[in-house]
């Protein structure tokens, strides 16, 4: 699996946009891109997923770079909630024989304040 | 639905000492995963399986075992604690199929051996 780069830290104010990086320069075109995040001692919980396209749900925006070497994970309006850390996980998608295994590195604490 | 349950949340263990961590879905998942986090860390795959009879081993499976009886059930076994399996373990359930395999994550069991 292509491993990531991402800041160990950000901060971003209540009722702003987080934008948080994410550097994956050996993603293989089989891999997708996984955000998730865990919340100060719950189990990690399941953000947004893409592959080459933009993708936005409920919770957040995700934006692949064209040659998908990088991306982004837009919170477009942060609350208190949002303080947590979030881990950028790239594997292949499963099915079939294949399993969904994460690999976990260390993530960015996004801290959110007043 | 309830999701994903873990048995029990909190336990202590003396070295040597047995015990059987029970997760349990009600998603119909095909897929289930056994992590553990140890602080400050990423979450580490012990075990997984990609259905029911079936296990295989993650990344650091060493010191665990694991049955898949029932689909809904999938229980890790540590048959003779030591103080460096002090850890919190997450159970996750995904389902079968390209596109649909988020990772639900349990709320964790805090496990100290002493």
């Known amino acids: 699996d292509a491993k990531t780069t991402q800041p160990t830290s950000m901060d971003c104010a209540e009722g702003r946009a987080a934008n948080l990086p994410c550097n994956h320069s050996?993603?293989?075109?089989?891999?997708?891109v996984y955000w998730y995040r865990q919340i100060h001692s719950q189990g990690p919980q399941y953000i947004i997923h893409g592959l080459k396209n933009n993708e936005t749900n409920e919770m957040a925006s995700l934006i692949i770079t064209e040659d998908r070497k990088s991306s982004t994970l837009i919170l477009p309006h942060a609350t208190l909630r949002d303080t947590a850390v979030y881990y950028c996980i790239v594997r292949p998608n499963a099915g079939g024989t294949s399993y969904g295994k994460l690999t976990f590195g260390q993530g960015t604490i996004l801290t959110v304040h007043p | 639905n309830a999701g994903v349950t873990q048995t029990p949340k909190f336990r202590v263990l003396k070295t040597g000492q047995s015990m059987t961590l029970l997760c349990a879905q009600d998603m119909n998942h095909e897929y289930m995963y056994w992590y553990r986090q140890d602080p400050g860390m990423g979450l580490r795959l012990i075990h997984y399986s990609v259905g029911e009879g079936t296990t295989a081993k993650g990344e650091v499976p060493d010191g665990y075992n694991v049955s898949r009886l029932k689909k809904q059930n999938f229980l890790l076994g540590l048959e003779s604690a030591a103080p460096s399996q002090t850890s919190v373990y997450f159970c996750?359930?995904?389902?079968?199929?390209?596109?649909?395999?988020?990772?639900?994550f349990g709320p964790g069991t805090r496990l100290t051996v002493t």
């Open positions: 996750a359930s995904s389902p079968l199929g390209a596109g649909k395999d988020e990772q639900y």
């Open positions: 050996t993603i293989s075109g089989n891999e997708y």
